[in-house]
């Protein structure tokens, strides 16, 4: 594939433009992603292991049993020994740092006194068990292992599965594999697509139903877990990667290209990349440079695929009306590249994560920052957020009322309970003052 001819548009708040506006238009799941997650899911509901042996055989070329699925001590102690010393330094590095930032995020229980003399507040409980999806299909995302198994641990999870794709023979990356054991993953399994959000979310005699399922993935990953929702808690809906930068004349247009091929590169190709700038000279030169550095890339098949159909490169006449493009846009990463960049967070209203000034490129918080890189995509960055330590935790709430407080508050209770038609809800607050039986 050719380098694809790249538009330079102009945009205006007050000149709606209908190709940027279907460029922000975009399902957070693919129909045909939907429609093949139903008919999976449903059958994996119904047959558990053997549909999803079915299933791994169909989408993967498994050759293995379902004896073989879960992934034992050996074959990680083994992993272990396969990977570079570089590369434990740098994963310990980023478990350090993202642990450090969960357990500051951590809720603690709290409480209040009532008027009179009782109490109202919250607790917080770990969930008992959980999934992580792990992609190793297009690109080994052994990052994301430790962007979610050690936040489950932080909050103090006891059961913490992970599901992950393997090759043919069962064979998993074995950076995977020691990142999920020293990130506290307390099952690993050869497992991955929709059958492994089916197997997390009703259970399999293999695989035993976990609460709640964190982590990103392609679309048809992405589409399952939207319709295991109910069966199962999520963290969001976390699919194919998005950026938008938002820059000035005071932004470098190599640094802007990296950091747009950052995302360009993940391999769904249905990923969005977007630069929005006050400079038509730098749009141009960040086009230039996408062609330049897209030639010495490993993944250009990929990456030409998203330059072509999934890029937009924006002028725009200041940055508030390059702000209100990217709040409309919802992306799951934003970059912040202007003078004065600080001076402008506060009106970044929608974006998953924000990346501030020139030396804060994307890639810092995919793999190292601390904060996780699993963030909301398809345009529900509006919605939802990133995933934290809360999602693995469960709030409570108590309530203790002295004999004082439910007199005070019988009026409420009793004009609520008329009002709703609910006798029994006013009788349960009055019979405790005048004897009813």
Not at 136 to 148: D, E, F, Y
Not at 195 to 200: L, N, V, Y
């Amino acid at each position: 594939m050719k380098f694809p001819k790249i538009q330079i548009t102009d945009w205006d708040p007050a000149k709606p433009s209908r190709k940027i506006a279907e460029f922000l238009d975009r399902p957070s799941t693919p129909r045909a992603a939907e429609d093949a997650a139903r008919e999976v899911l449903a059958d994996i509901r119904q047959r558990g292991d053997a549909a999803v042996m079915e299933y791994a055989r169909k989408f993967d070329g498994a050759k293995f049993s379902a004896k073989e699925i879960r992934v034992d001590e050996g074959e990680i102690a083994a992993a272990a020994d396969e990977v570079d010393d570089d590369f434990k330094r740098a994963a310990k590095e980023t478990l350090k740092r993202v642990i450090t930032f969960a357990e500051g995020g951590l809720n603690k229980a709290w409480s209040i006194p009532t008027p009179q003399g009782g109490s109202v507040g919250e607790k917080f409980l770990p969930l008992k068990r959980v999934g992580a999806y792990i992609p190793g299909g297009t690109a080994p995302l052994v990052s994301t292992a430790l962007m979610t198994v050690p936040i489950a641990r932080a909050a103090g999870v006891p059961e913490i599965v992970a599901c992950t794709p393997a090759g043919e023979a069962g064979a998993v990356n074995p950076y995977i594999l020691y990142a999920l054991d020293i990130a506290g993953a307390t099952e690993i399994y050869r497992i991955g697509g929709i059958q492994s959000i089916g197997a997390m979310a009703y259970g399999t005699r293999t695989i035993a139903k976990v609460q709640k399922i964190v982590g990103p993935g392609g679309p048809y990953v992405t589409a399952a877990k939207r319709q295991v929702y109910g069966d199962v808690g999520l963290d969001m809906v976390a699919g194919p990667s998005e950026i938008a930068i938002l820059a000035d004349t005071s932004a470098n247009p190599a640094h802007i290209a990296a950091d747009l091929l950052s995302q360009a590169e993940h391999g769904s190709g249905h990923e969005k990349v977007m630069l929005v700038s006050t400079s038509a000279r730098l749009a141009e030169a960040v086009r230039d440079e996408l062609e330049v550095q897209t030639k010495t890339l490993g993944r250009q098949k990929t990456v030409l695929e998203v330059l072509k159909n999934g890029t937009m490169l924006v002028v725009v006449k200041s940055i508030k009306s390059g702000m209100e493009l990217c709040n409309l846009f919802e992306p799951e990463h934003m970059e912040l590249i202007v003078r004065n960049p600080r001076k402008w967070v506060d009106s970044v209203e929608t974006a998953g994560a924000l990346f501030v000034g020139p030396w804060t490129p994307e890639a810092a918080g995919d793999f190292v920052a601390g904060p996780s890189h699993v963030l909301p995509t398809g345009g529900t960055a509006a919605i939802f957020s990133g995933l934290t330590v809360a999602d693995f935790q469960r709030r409570t709430s108590i309530i203790e009322f002295t004999r004082e407080d439910l007199e005070q508050t019988r009026n409420a209770i009793e004009a609520f309970g008329r009002v709703e038609t609910l006798d029994a809800h006013a009788r349960s607050a009055s019979i405790r003052f005048r004897g009813d039986k």
